[in-house]
C-alpha cells in the first residue's frame, strides 16, 4: 500500500489493518492524525508540559496494545477520547492515593462556555462566569471532570457517551446530572465566599 494510500484510509479500516498487521508505520499514521488532540487533553490533567508528553506517550503505547477491543460501536476518535480521558483520571487517582491531598487538575485550555446550553433547567450555566468555572472545575473530581469535558468541551451525543464509557445512557445522564449540579453547587460557594466549601 502506498503512502498515499494509507494516509486517505479511515480512521476505522486503519484501526482494522492495524490489528490484522501489529504495522508500526500504520500506526504512525493514526499518531500523526491523533497526537495533538490527545497531547491537549492530557495537558489538562498534567503539571505541565513533560509529564503531559509522558501522559501523551502512554496513552498511544496503551492504545497500540489495546487496538484490538475497539469494536467501531463508536467513532474511533469517540473511543480514543475516552480512552485518553480514562488513562488521565486513573494517573491523576493513582497520584492522589500517593499524596495527602489531591492533585488539582488544571484547566487552563478549557473552553468550557458552552456547558448547559442543551438544558434549560440549567440556567445557572449561563450566568456563571469562565474564569471562575474554570477554577471551579479545577475542584472537581477527574471523574466528574472527565465527562463534563467529554460533554461540553468534545460536543459527545449521549450516546456518544454510552457507547464510548461502556454504561447505559440512563446513566450517562444521571453522572452529567450529578456532575453539573456539584459544579453549580461549588461555584455559589466560590462566588459567595471566594473560595470552595
Known amino acids: 500500500?502506498?503512502?498515499?494510500?494509507?494516509?486517505?484510509?479511515?480512521?476505522?479500516?486503519?484501526?482494522?489493518?492495524?490489528?490484522?498487521?501489529?504495522?508500526?508505520?500504520?500506526f504512525e499514521v493514526l499518531y500523526d492524525r491523533y497526537a495533538t488532540m490527545v497531547y491537549n487533553k492530557c495537558y489538562g490533567?498534567?503539571?505541565?508540559?513533560?509529564?503531559?508528553?509522558?501522559?501523551?506517550?502512554?496513552?498511544?503505547?496503551?492504545?497500540?496494545?489495546?487496538?484490538g477491543s475497539f469494536k467501531g460501536k463508536s467513532?474511533?476518535?469517540?473511543?480514543?477520547?475516552?480512552f485518553t480521558y480514562n488513562h488521565c483520571v486513573n494517573y491523576v487517582t493513582?497520584?492522589?492515593?500517593?499524596?495527602?491531598?489531591?492533585?488539582?487538575?488544571?484547566?487552563?485550555?478549557?473552553?468550557?462556555?458552552?456547558?448547559?446550553?442543551?438544558?434549560d433547567s440549567t440556567r445557572e450555566f449561563q450566568n456563571m462566569r469562565v474564569e471562575k468555572l474554570k477554577?471551579?472545575?479545577?475542584?472537581?473530581?477527574?471523574?466528574?471532570?472527565?465527562?463534563l469535558l467529554l460533554k461540553y468541551e468534545d460536543n459527545l451525543s449521549i450516546k456518544e457517551l454510552s457507547s464510548a464509557l461502556d454504561i447505559g445512557e440512563s446513566a450517562v445522564k444521571m453522572?452529567?446530572?450529578?456532575?453539573?449540579?456539584?459544579?453549580?453547587?461549588k461555584y455559589d460557594n466560590y462566588t459567595k465566599n471566594g473560595k470552595s466549601i
Open 45 to 67: 490533567f498534567a503539571n505541565g508540559v513533560d509529564e503531559a508528553k509522558d501522559l501523551t506517550q502512554d496513552v498511544f503505547l496503551r492504545v497500540f496494545v489495546k487496538l
Open 175 to 185: 453522572r452529567l446530572k450529578r456532575a453539573k449540579e456539584k459544579l453549580v453547587q
Open 75 to 82: 467513532k474511533f476518535s469517540t473511543w480514543l477520547y475516552a
Open 94 to 119: 493513582r497520584n492522589t492515593a500517593k499524596k495527602f491531598e489531591k492533585k488539582s487538575v488544571s484547566s487552563e485550555n478549557v473552553d468550557i462556555q458552552n456547558i448547559g446550553e442543551d438544558i
Open 135 to 147: 477554577k471551579v472545575m479545577e475542584l472537581m473530581s477527574p471523574e466528574e471532570k472527565m465527562i
Open 1 to 26: 500500500m502506498t503512502a498515499d494510500a494509507t494516509h486517505s484510509l479511515t480512521d476505522e479500516a486503519l484501526v482494522e489493518a492495524i490489528v490484522k498487521t501489529n504495522d508500526t508505520m500504520l
